[in-house]
C-alpha cells in the first residue's frame, strides 16, 4: 500500500517540473520571437547597441577658409605647426639607458622653460599632476602649442627623454604687418579651436570656421577594420573664401611707407587709406601703430580710420568749395580781405594760418590754394549760409556712417549750436568726423559727382564648392554735385599742388598731374580746455587725386604730432608717405605717367615692369637667355627642349627678379627650390596643382620632394622654411644632418635615437 503512495507523489513532482519547464520554454520562445520581430531588449535596439560596440569612427579635419586679396593672394590661412608632448608612461622605454619617457620632470621643465617661454614653476607642475594621474602624455601648455620649426630644433638639440611633437596647423599671415587692423588675427582657444578674435577673422569667423567630417566603420574588439568594414564617410566643410578688394602690391607700398616715416618722424600716430573712387574699392589701409597679427604684439586696438572721428583740418575745405561752387555763389577771380574775419561782432574773429596777417586782399582761387580760412568762412557764412552749407554735408555723407563692411565704425560730433560753429565747421575745425567719411565723400569729387559707398570685402567663396556666396557690387549712396561742379573742384586743386602759391607743392609727382588738398588740424587738449600748444602739435594730412583730370586713386594720409625739425614742415612726413605710395600705385594700376618720347624710349629700356610673351612651343633655351636679358629668373619644371607651359600667362605683367615657371613637354621635373621665399613657393603649388604644407615664414631650407623627381597633380609637396638671418646656417644644418643620416645608415643601420617624428 506504501508503495503506490510514493508513485503518486513522484508523478506529480514530475507533472510540476514538466509544468515548470514547459512555461519556461513558452517564455524563452516567446521572448526570442519577440525580440526577434522588434529588434528590441528592455527597451534599447539591440541593433543600435552593437553598432555601437563595433563601429569607429575616424576625423577628417576640414581647413579654415583663407583670406585672399583682390588678386587671388593669400594674406591668411591656415599653416602647418608643431605641439610639444611629454610622453610620461614607464612602459614606454625598454631600454634603461634610452628612456622614451620622462625621467626627470624637473630638469625637463628647467631646460624647456626659456624656448616655450614659460615658467618652470608651471611646466614641473604640468609634469608632475600627469606622472600622479598616470597620464600616457600630456601637452605642456599654450607656450608647447604652435611652436615654428626653429624652436622645434632648438628643443630637439637638447635630447630630452620623452619629449615628442605633434603635427599641428595655426593661422599664419604670411606678409607679417600688413593691413593687421583690417585683417585681425585668429588663434586657437582653450579647446584648440582656431577663432578670429579681432577684425575681419571675427567679423567673418562664422563663414571662415571649417567643419570635420568623419570616417566611420566596422571594427572587431580588437579595434581591427573588418574586411567589409560598411564604411560610411561624412566629407568636411571648409570654411568660406574671402576675398578681400585690398592690392597685396599697393598694401605692400603703404606699409613701407609708414614704417619709414615712423622710424625718421616718430609721431603719435599715422593712417593711410588707397580707395578706388570710381567703385569705393579700399584697395589699401594702415595705421601706425600696427601689429604682427603671427606674434600679435598688439599695442593698440582701434583703427582710427574707422573707429576715431575728430577734427580733420584744412581738407574739410574742399567739401565747402564744391557746395558753393554747385549752388552757383563761387566766382575765383572775385577780391576779399584776408587775414581775419568776424563772424558777428561778439564773436573772436576767424584767422588765417599765418598768424592771422593774412596775404592782402586776393582772389577766392588764390585763398584756396593758400588754404585761407576766412576764405572758406565768407563762402560759408555769406555766399552759401550755414543751413545750405550743412544740407551739403548730409548730401556728401557726414551725417551719418559710411556703412564699410569693418567693425566699429564711429558717428560724427556735429557742432552747430552757435553760428561761429557752424561757419568753423567749414573749414575743418570743431566738428569731428571719420577719415572713412572723408574718403566717401571724396569718391563724388573724384567721380563726377557720384559718390561711392567703401567696402573691403570683396567676394565670399564656399571653401568646398568654390560658388560665390556673397558678392560686393559698387553702390552709389548719393550724387551731391554734377560732373561739371566735379572737374572744377579737380582744376583748382590741382593748382594747390602745381601753383608757386599753393600750400601741396610739396605732393607734385613727376609724371602725373596731381590734385589736391593739405590740411592741419589742432588737437584737443585731452588733459584740459584748448588744443595743445607747440611745434608740430598738430594732425597733418592731405588727400590727393590722381591723375587730376579723371583720377583713378584718391590717397588720404594723416600724421599725428611728429617730431619735426624747427626747418621742418608738416608736409615733411606727408610727403614722405603720399608722394611713393601714390606714384608707385599708380604704375601698379597700369596707368602710364605724361613723358616724351625719349623718356618713353628710357622709360622702356630701364622699366622694372616686364609684359611677358607667349612662350609655348618655344624652346628653352631661347626661351631662358630672353627672360634673363630682362632681368627674370626662369625655372625649368621638366626635362625636355620646349615649352607646353608658363607661369605667369602671356600678357602679364611681371615685375624685375620675379620668377617665371617654364613647363616642358613630357613628365614634370621638381626645381630646386632652396632658398625659395613663401610666396614663390605657393605661386610654383598654384601653377602645378600640388599641395603644399608650408611650416612658418621665410625661405625654403627643405623639400619632401627632391630635385629632380617628377612631380604629379595633387601630390603633396613639404617644405620647412627659416627667416633670412638664419637660412644660410639652417640650410647647412640640413646638409649636415642628411650626412651624418647617411653616414649612420652605411655603417650602423637603423638607429633608436632618431627624433619622434610628428604625427598627422
Same mark, same amino acid.
Request: glycine content about 8%; cysteine-free; hydrophobic content about 35%.
Given at each position: ?8 507523489? !513522484? ?29 528590441? #531588449? ?33 594674406? @591668411? ?100 604687418? =600688413? ?39 566596422? @571594427? ?12 560610411? !564617410? ?35 600716430? !599715422? ?19 600696427? =601689429? ?25 575745405? *574742399? ?28 564773436? @573772436? ?91 566717401? @565723400? ?65 605732393? $607734385? ?5 596731381? $590734385? ?23 594732425? =597733418?594730412?592731405? *588727400?590727393? =587725386? $590722381? ?10 594720409? #594723416? ?202
Amino acid at each position: 500500500m506504501k508503495m503506490p503512495k510514493k508513485n503518486n507523489n !513522484i508523478s506529480t513532482g514530475a507533472a510540476i517540473l514538466i509544468v515548470i519547464f514547459a512555461l519556461l520554454f513558452f517564455v524563452l520562445t516567446g521572448r526570442f520571437f519577440y525580440i526577434q520581430a522588434t529588434g528590441k #531588449a528592455e527597451g534599447q535596439a539591440l541593433a543600435e547597441i552593437a553598432q555601437k560596440k563595433y563601429t569607429r569612427e575616424t576625423t577628417i579635419e576640414g581647413q579654415r577658409g583663407t583670406i585672399y586679396d583682390r588678386n587671388g593672394e593669400a594674406i @591668411a590661412h591656415d599653416t602647418g605647426a608643431y605641439t610639444v608632448v611629454a610622453i610620461l608612461d614607464p612602459d614606454q622605454t625598454k631600454d634603461k639607458d634610452k628612456p622614451k619617457h620622462v625621467v626627470d620632470t624637473e630638469k625637463t621643465a628647467k631646460e624647456l622653460a626659456p624656448l616655450l617661454n614659460m615658467k618652470e614653476e608651471e611646466l614641473q607642475s604640468l609634469l608632475d599632476k600627469g606622472v600622479k594621474k598616470g597620464s600616457f602624455q600630456v601637452e605642456l601648455g599654450p607656450g608647447g602649442r604652435d611652436i615654428n620649426n626653429t624652436t622645434k630644433q632648438k628643443i630637439e638639440k637638447l635630447n630630452l627623454p620623452g619629449i615628442t611633437f605633434l603635427r599641428d596647423a595655426k593661422r599664419f599671415y604670411p606678409n607679417g604687418v =600688413f593691413a593687421s587692423h583690417i585683417l585681425g588675427y585668429a588663434q586657437k582657444n582653450d579647446e584648440g579651436k582656431i577663432v578670429g578674435k579681432m577684425g575681419i577673422e571675427q567679423v567673418y569667423d562664422k563663414q571662415l570656421t571649417e567643419e570635420d567630417g568623419k570616417v566611420l566603420y566596422q @571594427a572587431g574588439q580588437n579595434g581591427i577594420k573588418l574586411p567589409d568594414p560598411k564604411e560610411s !564617410i561624412v566629407p568636411p566643410k571648409n570654411g568660406d573664401n574671402i576675398y578681400l578688394t585690398l592690392d597685396e602690391k599697393i598694401q605692400t607700398f603703404v606699409e613701407d611707407a609708414l614704417t619709414n616715416a615712423q622710424k625718421e618722424y616718430d609721431p603719435d600716430n !599715422i593712417m593711410a587709406v588707397v580707395a578706388n573712387p570710381k567703385t569705393g574699392e579700399i584697395l589699401a589701409m594702415s595705421t601706425r601703430p600696427t =601689429f604682427n597679427p603671427n606674434v600679435r604684439d598688439i599695442t593698440n586696438y582701434r583703427n582710427p580710420i574707422i573707429e576715431d572721428s575728430f577734427e580733420l583740418g584744412s581738407t574739410m575745405k *574742399i567739401f565747402t568749395l564744391a557746395a558753393a561752387i554747385e549752388e552757383g555763389v563761387y566766382n575765383g577771380e572775385d577780391i576779399y580781405q584776408s587775414g581775419a574775419y568776424k563772424v558777428s561782432e561778439k564773436d @573772436a574773429p576767424i584767422r588765417d594760418h599765418n598768424g592771422g596777417n593774412g596775404w592782402g586782399p586776393i582772389t577766392f582761387n588764390e585763398g584756396i590754394r593758400r588754404s585761407s580760412n576766412v576764405a572758406i568762412a565768407i563762402l560759408a557764412n555769406e555766399k552759401l549760409g550755414t543751413e545750405t552749407l550743412f544740407n551739403y554735408l548730409k548730401d556728401f555723407g557726414f551725417m551719418k556712417k559710411t556703412g564699410i563692411d569693418l567693425p566699429g565704425e564711429a558717428s560724427s560730433k556735429l557742432i552747430s549750436k552757435y553760428p561761429r560753429d557752424r561757419v568753423t565747421t567749414a573749414f575743418g575745425q570743431g566738428s569731428a568726423f571719420t577719415p572713412i567719411q572723408q574718403i566717401q @565723400a571724396a569718391t563724388a569729387i573724384a567721380n563726377d559727382g557720384k559718390m561711392m559707398k567703401p567696402y573691403v570685402i570683396e567676394k565670399v567663396v564656399d571653401g568646398t564648392t568654390n560658388k560665390v556666396k556673397k558678392e560686393t557690387k559698387p553702390e552709389v549712396v548719393g550724387k551731391p554735385i554734377s560732373k561739371e561742379t566735379a572737374d572744377e573742384v579737380l582744376d583748382i586743386l590741382e593748382s594747390v599742388v602745381s601753383e608757386d602759391d599753393g600750400t601741396g607743392k610739396a605732393y $607734385a609727382i613727376e609724371g602725373y598731374d596731381v $590734385a589736391g588738398k593739405t590740411g592741419t588740424a589742432q588737437i584737443p587738449n585731452p588733459n584740459g580746455g584748448g588744443y595743445l600748444r607747440g611745434y608740430g602739435k598738430n594732425l =597733418f594730412s592731405f *588727400i590727393g =587725386f $590722381a591723375p587730376a583730370k579723371d583720377p583713378e586713386l584718391v590717397v588720404y594720409v #594723416a600724421v599725428q604730432n611728429p617730431k619735426l625739425t624747427p626747418q621742418e614742415s608738416g608736409s615733411a612726413p606727408i610727403s614722405m608717405i603720399f608722394n611713393p605710395v601714390m606714384k608707385n600705385s599708380l604704375q601698379a594700376l597700369g596707368v602710364k605717367p605724361k613723358e616724351t618720347d625719349e623718356e618713353k624710349q628710357k622709360q622702356k629700356s630701364t622699366s622694372s615692369e616686364i609684359k611677358l610673351d607667349n612662350y609655348e612651343g618655344k624652346s628653352i633655351s631661347d626661351v631662358t637667355k630672353e627672360l634673363e636679358a630682362k632681368g627674370l629668373k626662369p625655372v625649368i619644371v621638366g626635362e625636355a627642349k620646349s615649352i607646353n607651359d608658363q607661369f605667369p600667362k602671356a600678357d602679364h605683367t611681371v615685375i624685375s627678379g620675379e620668377k617665371v615657371f617654364l613647363q616642358t613637354t613630357g613628365t614634370p621635373t621638381m626645381p630646386n627650390i632652396i632658398g625659395w621665399s613663401h610666396r614663390d613657393v605657393i605661386r610654383f603649388t598654384e601653377f602645378m596643382n600640388v599641395k603644399v604644407s608650408a611650416l612658418d615664414s621665410g625661405f625654403v631650407v627643405t623639400q619632401s620632394i627632391k630635385p629632380g623627381k617628377a612631380v604629379k597633380e595633387g601630390s603633396y609637396l613639404v617644405v620647412e622654411l627659416e627667416p633670412p638671418e638664419s637660412l644660410s646656417e639652417a640650410v647647412e644644418a640640413k646638409e649636415k644632418l642628411k650626412e651624418e643620416e647617411v653616414q649612420s645608415e652605411e655603417g650602423q643601420g637603423d638607429s633608436d635615437e632618431k627624433p619622434a617624428e610628428p604625427t598627422d
